[in-house]
């Protein structure tokens, strides 16, 4: 009676904030569909991983082999069916219980999707496993042969593929003798961060009472979606594939413009980005960068983006503050990271969200650093800060945010080395002296 009637309140709640007609469903009463032992990695395979990538044991030590197992599953949909959609998860092969960890992933846009450490953002699900987490690392809707399509940071997807995936992962554990301690945590990076920070916000919804959320650490994610991250698209851009991927996106779950949506683009574009979000997607954003224009608007017909500047009521502009997640208040523990020289997902980002939050709560807390590191050299360090938050939190800290001293000494001292590293690297490339001037004349 409970799970029918939550579900016809998820339901309720879609119709008032999508305004589509949803359909009729009954919950399943199991959301496992099936699982497969994939990968075993013993503690001595680990160790020679760790050390063939310079991953350091004083930092991540490798205290336990780990089983890791392709999930299928179902997760609600937008018109309140279920459908398949696939992750994977790493189980600590450890007697005692262990805690929940998810990490969402960033942004990806060709369709088969790797398995096991090969995935770069897969280690960070490894980093957690062999410290006796059970880490969940849910592929969003569409993507691993899951049905459906992605529908590019929208927190309703992120947060139903991730809910579900922990839905399903629990009835995994029984069947293979493993025990929870009741611990949750929540992290992601880039697009993952504005995914996990999207799960927080709906597990605190009161649709999911039954999954208690311990604590959350997005991280680098596009939080403000019509505020800071709105900006990249009329100035010089390093990823102006998120464009499309967004109005592609929407278009397909939210029918927001009449017609052929391939219109809003003017040509050459229009013809290219047809071709590249074609299904089956096999070309990755660094293909699609290479298509577009430096600055995303100009890919864009003038009148839509008259409408995108000058008219509230423009749907895509509704949807994209509907997405925006920083006007909410988080009850269970949240630490925000980012890096100060991100220019793929902008720091202010995070700062908008923490000070809209902060203003209202004391359990948010942030870390933002590196002056040089970009988007992807910011990731270790957010990830550490992340797991040392986490740990805190195991152990019973009182004050889980406040890290031991030789724990900031170390990420001081490795994000003050890849600081002066990216430094160098922008000075050869004149990149410093350049945002020096921006900065002086007030354009940056």
């Not at 050459?268 to 293909?287: S, W």
């Not at 500047?309 to 949240?334: G, H, R, S």
């Not at 992340?386 to 490795?414: C, Q, T, W």
Request: proline share 5%.
């Amino acid at each position: 009676m409970k799970n029918t009637l939550l579900h016809f309140l998820i339901s309720a709640l879609l119709i008032l904030t999508t305004g589509a007609k949803a359909k009729a469903f009954t919950a399943p009463d199991h959301y496992l569909v099936s699982y497969e032992l994939k990968y075993t990695y013993t503690q001595d395979s680990l160790n020679k991983f760790w050390k063939r990538t310079h991953i350091p044991q004083m930092v991540v030590p490798v205290r336990n082999a780990v089983d890791m197992y392709e999930v299928t599953y179902k997760g609600l949909w937008l018109d309140s069916s279920f459908i398949m959609a696939k992750g994977v998860v790493y189980i600590p092969k450890v007697d005692k219980p262990s805690a929940e960890m998810v990490y969402d992933h960033g942004t990806r846009i060709g369709l088969n999707q790797s398995y096991g450490i090969q995935d770069l953002e897969q280690v960070v699900c490894m980093m957690h496993a062999v410290d006796n987490y059970i880490a969940i690392f849910p592929f969003y809707y569409g993507f691993a042969g899951g049905e459906k399509e992605h529908v590019y940071q929208d927190s309703w997807t992120e947060a139903m593929a991730t809910i579900y995936m922990i839905k399903a992962c629990r009835e995994i554990y029984p069947q293979l003798g493993k025990a929870s301690s009741g611990q949750l945590f929540l992290t992601g990076y880039s697009q993952g961060g504005h995914a996990s920070m999207a799960t927080h916000k709906m597990l605190e919804s009161g649709n999911f009472d039954e999954i208690k959320l311990t604590a959350s650490s997005p991280m680098s994610g596009a939080y403000d979606m019509t505020g800071e991250q709105a900006k990249t698209m009329f100035r010089n851009y390093t990823q102006p594939h998120y464009l499309p991927y967004l109005i592609l996106s929407y278009q397909y779950a939210y029918n927001l413009w009449q017609g052929d949506v391939y219109d809003v683009f003017k040509e050459p574009y229009k013809t290219k980005m047809r071709e590249v979000f074609a299904q089956p997607r096999t070309k990755d954003f660094g293909d699609v960068n290479a298509m577009l224009p430096k600055i995303p608007g100009e890919m864009i017909v003038d009148s839509i983006v008259d409408r995108f500047q000058n008219d509230p009521k423009f749907p895509f502009t509704c949807k994209l503050k509907e997405n925006c997640l920083v006007d909410w208040v988080p009850k269970a523990p949240m630490q925000l990271c980012a890096c100060y020289g991100d220019d793929e997902v902008m720091y202010k980002n995070t700062e908008v969200a923490y000070a809209a939050m902060r203003a209202k709560t004391d359990v948010v807390h942030k870390r933002v650093f590196g002056k040089h590191l970009s988007h992807n050299p910011c990731a270790p360090f957010a990830i550490l800060s992340s797991k040392f938050f986490f740990d805190n939190f195991r152990k019973g800290k009182k004050h889980p945010e406040r890290y031991s001293a030789g724990k900031k000494l170390i990420l001081a001292l490795g994000i003050d080395i890849a600081n002066r590293q990216a430094k160098n690297h922008l000075r050869k490339t004149g990149k410093v002296e350049h945002d020096a001037l921006a900065s002086r004349s007030g354009k940056k």
